[in-house]
């Protein structure tokens, strides 16, 4: 079975300061996908990126960056000079196969920002 | 909203008590789901739909059923609420997961006493 580990509860930085929030996966399949998503407190939740197995690129989008590790089963985020809109629940999710849709979720992150 | 409108977006209901949470979509996208998300435990899927007419389960689908008769609507429906379907609820829209995210609906909080 698939699982998706966010060991980190709770997050608190400074304004400017680096963070990155980590996510540990489980999964039996070689074709898997990873996925962020925001979930600010107006409680809506934003794609942020979708990565496939089969891409170990790197990748960044102005602050943020995602490092994805196949060797330790490893998609870490890093905002980059962290902004008090930047305040959120960070979640991690993996979905197993092409055309599986299913979503399993990590527990989340609370991220806050302090000014 | 991106392109899923859930209604309603509050509901208070007493244990017993049925109703639907219903789901539309405006992007004739094939996928549709129900999460559910409580405190600590992530999101969790109910059911889901690959298409009109089919319909499959989540890891959470007791007391919830679902019907996929249009590509436009996916409503859930609690047959007879219990306290521990005390939720918040997103719908959820998208094409193959291979191709981008799904995109989640504003969500309907829901309370039952």
């Known amino acids: 079975a698939q699982k998706v580990t966010q060991a980190q509860t709770e997050i608190s930085v400074v304004e400017k300061e680096d963070v990155t929030l980590d996510c540990v996966y489980e999964?039996?399949?070689?074709?898997?996908?990873l996925f962020w998503y925001k979930q600010p407190p107006s409680g809506e939740l934003v794609f942020l990126i979708r990565?496939?197995?089969?891409?170990?690129q790197n990748e960044i989008s102005g602050r943020y960056s995602w490092n994805f590790q196949k060797s330790t089963s490893s998609f870490n985020f890093t905002i980059t000079a962290s902004q008090v809109v930047d305040s959120a629940v960070y979640f991690c999710?993996?979905?197993?196969?092409?055309?599986?849709?299913?979503?399993?979720f990590g527990t989340g992150t609370r991220l806050t920002i302090i000014p | 909203n991106a392109g899923v409108t859930q209604t309603p977006k509050f509901q208070v209901l007493k244990t017993g008590q049925s109703m639907t949470l219903q789901c539309a979509q405006d992007m004739n996208h094939e996928y549709m789901s129900w999460y559910r998300q409580d405190p600590g435990m992530g999101l969790r899927l109910i059911h889901y739909?690959?298409?009109?007419?089919?319909?499959d389960q989540g890891e959470v689908p007791n007391g919830y059923n679902v019907s996929r008769s249009t590509t436009e609507d996916f409503p859930l429906r609690l047959l007879s609420a219990a306290p521990s379907q005390t939720s918040v609820y997103f719908c959820v829209r998208g094409v193959r997961a291979i191709l981008r995210g799904q995109y989640f609906g504003p969500g309907t909080r829901l309370t039952v006493t």
């Open positions: 739909s690959v298409g009109a007419g089919i319909t």
């Open positions: 999964t039996r399949d070689t074709t898997y996908y």
């Open positions: 999710a993996l979905s197993e196969n092409f055309g599986n849709e299913k979503l399993t």
């Open positions: 990565r496939n197995s089969f891409d170990e």
